[in-house]
């Protein structure tokens, strides 16, 4: 079945330094792949996204990278900062069927000062 | 534009009971999708309606339901409460595609359900 993995679960990064997180997707057809960024108490904000058209896509100090034929896909986040603390979940869909997101179970990013 | 809006914000119910969660896209959004969010099994699609017809429906039993109205706003119900009912429910609306297609979906604040 449809299935999105996500590592690592938990990341501690010094403050200026870069994070990464990964995500494995199942479903080959799967073709859309949104980021977002959930702070303690807040809804989930989308921060970032990428189409299967594209292998590379930046914002700033955010970057993701896809992989079609590994079925990976990555976020990078370069000169962290304390507020890019939070929980970060990855998502796959295939929007020609369905807005239906497929989300990775979340990496909870501490950024130390 | 005002953002996706959610009501109530809370909600304590009792094993047994039903309970209806109010969803109101963002203004000219005619797609809503539900999503449970529990720390142990993380965020998990529910439904998603599109033109108040229900196009996609997620693993969970007949106990939940939802539907769509003509002006986009959604609720969901789910009848005969468990404890294990007790989350986060969210929804997220995002317009339909058009040309190369406007995949992004906005979250709303969500309802905090606690069942005792």
């Known amino acids: 079945g449809e299935n999105v993995e996500q590592h690592p679960s938990t990341l501690s990064v010094q403050e200026g330094d870069s994070a990464v997180i990964k995500c494995t997707y199942s479903?080959?057809?799967?073709?859309?792949f949104p980021w977002y960024k959930q702070e303690l108490g807040k809804r989930p904000q989308l921060i970032i996204d990428?189409?299967?058209?594209?292998g590379e896509k930046k914002d700033q100090r955010i970057a993701v990278t896809l992989n079609k034929t590994a079925k990976h896909f990555s976020l990078h986040i370069t000169e962290t900062q304390p507020e890019d603390s939070a929980v970060y979940f990855c998502?796959?869909?295939?929007?020609?069927?369905?807005?239906?997101?497929?989300f990775g179970s979340g990496t909870r990013l501490l950024v130390r000062p | 534009k005002a953002g996706v809006t959610q009501t109530p914000r809370y909600l304590i119910k009792t094993r047994g009971q039903q309970v209806t969660l109010s969803c109101s896209p963002i203004?000219?959004?005619?797609?809503v999708s539900w999503y449970q969010q529990t720390p142990g099994q993380g965020l998990q699609f529910l439904f998603e309606?599109?033109?108040?017809?229900?196009?996609n429906k997620g693993n969970f039993p007949g106990r939940f339901s939802g539907r769509q109205f003509s002006n986009s706003r959604s609720e969901m119900n789910v009848s005969t409460l468990e404890l294990g009912d007790s989350a986060l429910y969210l929804c997220?609306?995002?317009?339909?595609?058009?040309?190369?297609?406007?995949?992004?979906?906005?979250f709303g604040p969500g309802t905090r359900l606690t069942v005792t």
């Open positions: 309606y599109f033109s108040e017809t229900q196009r």
């Open positions: 998502a796959a869909s295939i929007p020609r069927r369905s807005y239906k997101l497929i």
């Open positions: 990428i189409r299967s058209n594209v």
């Open positions: 997220a609306s995002s317009l339909p595609p058009g040309g190369q297609g406007n995949y992004e979906q906005y």
């Open positions: 203004s000219g959004h005619r797609s």
């Open positions: 479903d080959s057809a799967s073709n859309y």
